[in-house]
């Protein structure tokens, strides 16, 4: 029977984060007759980028390409906070997920526009890549609609590696291709250059 290969772009939470993602969904979902699908703490994460779905194996081009555009991100390590939780689908069952907004999701966007320009630049076909983007880690898949709040605690954690990962569809398991750690950059600073040579000459 052919596999399945779903090739995402994916940034994972730490430990600590996803911990605390688990914890306050597993305090806050409703008990009820439908069963729902929560995300294990290991598998939570933000999709960046998908890079489509193949069956039984995935072309070496792809491959390729991905691996020079990750190679290629030079974006620094930068902070993520959620503090929202809401209902994405329509539909009286849908996924539920952590969301935030504001000046901290800033770099998450710079880092996703980033990522699709390089994959372009390398031959990537741009109508393949995703325009929209709407930062968000997904914590059921199957869940009755939630009235959208707050949080006074965010989920929050320190984004420091970029990830491309095969979810294996089906066998509910991430296979990591590759990562690449987001680097501080080196400060320059850059200074007044003063003479403070003094000329005692009258005129």
């Known amino acids: 029977m052919p596999h399945r290969h779903d090739i995402y772009f994916l940034l994972y939470p730490t430990p600590a984060a996803a911990c605390c993602a688990a914890v306050l969904w597993d305090a806050t979902r409703l008990r009820c007759a439908v069963k729902s699908f929560p ?9 960046l980028l998908p890079l489509g779905r193949f069956e039984d194996w995935i072309p070496d081009r792809v491959l390729e390409q991905a691996q020079a555009a990750g190679a290629a991100v030079d974006d620094e390590p930068f902070d993520v906070v959620f503090n929202a939780l809401r209902s994405r689908s329509g539909a009286p069952i849908g996924t539920v997920e952590l969301a935030g ?11 996703q526009r980033d990522l699709r320009e390089r994959l372009i630049r390398v031959g990537f076909p741009a109508d393949q890549l995703r325009t929209g983007f ?5 914590l059921d898949y199957k869940h009755p609609r939630v009235a959208p709040r707050s949080f006074e605690t ?13 979810s294996l569809h089906g066998r509910g398991r991430h296979e990591v291709l590759a990562r690449w750690p987001l680097r501080e950059r080196q400060q320059v600073f850059s200074g007044w250059e003063t003479d403070f040579s003094i000329d005692f000459r009258r005129a």
Not at 39 to 44: D, K, N, Q, S
Not at 154 to 166: G, K, N
């Open 39 to 47: 995300m294990p703490p290991e598998r939570l994460h933000i999709t």
């Open 101 to 111: 907004g504001g000046p901290a999701l800033r770099k998450l966007y710079r880092l």
């Open 134 to 138: 709407t930062p968000h880690m997904t």
């Open 154 to 166: 965010p989920v929050a954690w320190r984004v420091t590696e970029l990830c491309l990962v095969d």
